[in-house]
């Protein structure tokens, strides 16, 4: 081979090897395409909620509770006249005569006394509902000879539409604490007539039972 013909050679494969090399170097500079590139986030551990969301752990405050019903006592005795239905006592006889009461023997040392009440009230003998308790409420110092005092009461009817009787009243007599004296027992009345008889008896039927009268306690 001619020394011409052997620079032509040598120069060919020259420039293929070359042009081999710069196509290497450019697919090796980008990466496959298809590769994602891993995120630089820091994934958060279970148990460490982020400073955005509320803690699930329990808080060391102290939470409101409801307002709880006034705490009451019931009396120590109780006795009643009156036609006896379901254990109500019904106070209707016709000369008015018929009375409940009741004693306690805890009061309170100071401040008038409340007594929660609830009874039963209509207007007849298997009378209408919806209707309110009118009767006498008087109280004395136990085993004492007269009443201390006497107020006319008037109990609004609280039974709901859905009570099929709805006899049901309820309130709260409240009595001065001037009247009682020193006394540290107490007997307390329901009847249809006015113990000092100044005022007209009622003709509410009115039917109550031991738990009828409670005395609030402070």
């Not at 986030?41 to 460490?48: I, N, Q, Y």
């Not at 009443?147 to 006319?152: E, I, Q």
């Not at 309820?170 to 307390?188: E, F, I, K, N």
């Amino acid at each position: 081979m001619s020394t011409r013909w052997l620079v032509i050679v040598v120069a060919s494969v020259f420039v293929a090897v070359l042009a081999v090399a710069l196509v290497l170097t450019r697919d090796g500079g980008g990466g496959p395409a298809s590769v994602p590139i891993p995120s630089s986030s820091v994934s958060l551990s279970p148990t460490a909620p982020s400073s955005g969301s509320p803690s699930s752990s329990p808080t060391s405050g102290v939470l409101p509770s409801p307002s709880a019903s006034p705490s009451t006592t019931a009396a120590a005795s109780f006795s009643a006249t009156g036609d006896v239905i379901a254990g109500w006592y019904w106070l209707r006889d016709s000369a008015h005569q018929n009375a409940a009461t009741w004693d306690f023997t805890a009061l309170p040392e100071t401040g008038d006394l409340g007594f929660v009440v609830e009874v039963l009230a209509t207007d007849a003998a298997d009378g209408a509902r919806g209707q309110q308790a009118r009767f006498f409420f008087a109280w004395r110092a136990s085993g004492a000879a007269d009443w201390a005092g006497r107020l006319p009461v008037t109990l609004p009817n609280v039974s709901p539409p859905e009570d099929p009787v709805g006899y049901t009243c309820r309130g709260t007599v409240t009595l001065p604490r001037l009247t009682l004296g020193d006394a540290s027992t107490l007997t307390v009345q329901i009847s249809r007539s006015d113990v000092r008889g100044e005022l007209p008896p009622t003709d509410v039927h009115v039917a109550v039972n031991a738990s009828s009268v409670k005395l609030r306690l402070p």
